[in-house]
């Protein structure tokens, strides 16, 4: 089993859609927790980080930390043609080392 | 944002040649960077962790005498990968933490390396 699970999608919305991403985890370790925007043959950038449980907004992104249930969650609310990339959740414990998901593929449509 | 630039953005070379890819913080200090190798339509593989002034630590099955990396100064970090296959042909992205704080890893723009 993958230490964090993302589902790989493809996953296409009309513009203005909310967008629900998430990720679940097995370590219990992992304290900080990050979601980061790919473009297609680019860095990754990021988007959103949180450290405990509970909600964080930043504009149309809130990111969600269920460290209870292992699970979190980005929000993308009024979803825009240029949200359209591969978003991937990150987390690490107390050592610099992120893990990765495996990456959601996603696709606004106007 | 912290800006993190790498050198080339994409190389082709012949098999078994080596191949340099430079990854420079450019307004901050580094003092860890970091190595991924991200396949198509997969998520980034952590390499190696190099911090500034030592030898780099290695994930498992990475093999260290091939994927050469130095991290000579706060500021740069090379990624030297020997005797070139196709095999190795893949997309390297580098990232680099400062000093304290949340230690976040700003990510460079990637080098697709193309192995013929």
């Known amino acids: 089993q993958k230490e964090v699970e993302q589902d790989p999608g493809p996953l296409s919305v009309p513009e203005g859609a909310i967008v629900s991403l998430n990720c679940t985890y097995s370590n219990s370790a992992f304290q900080y927790f990050m979601w980061y925007r790919q473009y297609s043959r680019k860095g990754p950038e990021l988007l959103m980080y949180t450290y405990s449980s509970g909600n964080k907004e930043d504009g149309r992104f809130t990111a969600q930390v269920d460290k209870s249930s292992k699970y979190i969650s980005l929000f993308i609310r009024d979803s825009q043609p240029s949200d359209s990339a591969t978003y991937l959740c990150?987390?690490?414990?107390?050592?610099?080392?992120?893990?990765f998901g495996s990456g959601t593929q996603l696709t606004v449509l106007p | 944002g912290a800006v993190v630039s790498q050198h080339p953005s994409r190389v082709i070379c012949k098999s078994g040649t080596s191949v340099k890819i430079e990854c420079r913080s450019l307004?901050?200090?580094?003092?860890?960077m970091f190595w991924y190798r991200q396949f198509p339509k997969q998520s980034l593989m952590l390499m190696a962790t190099?911090?500034?002034?030592?030898?780099?630590?290695?994930e498992q099955g990475v093999e260290k005498d091939k994927f050469l990396i130095n991290h000579a100064s706060l500021t740069l970090s090379t990624l030297t990968v020997t005797s070139a296959h196709p095999e190795d042909s893949s997309f390297y992205i580098c990232?680099?933490?400062?000093?304290?704080?949340?230690?976040?890893?700003?990510f460079g723009p990637g080098t697709r390396l193309t192995v013929l």
């Open positions: 990150a987390m690490r414990g107390s050592a610099r080392q992120l893990t």
């Open positions: 307004d901050f200090q580094a003092t860890t």
């Open positions: 990232s680099a933490t400062g000093t304290g704080g949340i230690n976040e890893q700003f």
């Open positions: 190099s911090n500034e002034g030592s030898k780099a630590t290695y």
